[in-house]
Nanobody, 125 residues
Framework: VQLQASGGGLVQTGGSLRLSCVVS????????MGWFRQAPGKERDFVGA????????IYTDSVKGRLLITRDDAKKTVYLQMNRLKPEDTAVYYC???????????????????WGQGTQVTVSS
């Protein structure tokens, strides 16, 4: 299983970015997908997730209303649309695919995920 994340970069406060993550090596449409991030010197934190059906999403409080997760099963891709970015959003962003078929958009679905390689997002003040 391989996950290839892209779309990171340098953006000013208030700007937008869209991250993409393409999955290969396994069926895509039956697994929840998630995004996590790791800031320098900190642990990897949960950002949000989308259920296998795409109907359910969940976000950590600090990004609610600014970040949006969507998925395109035909392209085996999950997206993270990031709006109104803040310096505290600076981190390496990782996508993950759950190992739970038909799982929900929740943290227990990501106890043992497959990880992508990460893409750097830097928000300047």
């Amino acid at each position: 299983v391989q996950l290839q994340a892209s779309g990171g970069g340098l953006v000013q406060t208030g700007g937008s970015l869209r991250l993409s993550c393409v999955v290969s090596g396994r069926a895509f449409g039956v697994y929840p997908m998630g995004w996590f991030r790791q800031a320098p010197g900190k642990e990897r934190d949960f950002v949000g997730a989308i259920s296998w059906s795409g109907v359910g999403t969940i976000y950590t409080d600090s990004v609610k209303g600014r970040l949006l997760i969507t998925r395109d099963d035909a392209k085996k891709t999950v997206y993270l649309q990031m709006n109104r970015l803040k310096p505290e959003d600076t981190a390496v962003y990782y996508c993950a695919i759950s190992d739970k078929r038909f799982g929900s958009a929740d943290l227990p679905s990501f106890e043992n995920p497959y990880w992508g390689q990460g893409t750097q997002v830097t928000v300047s003040s």
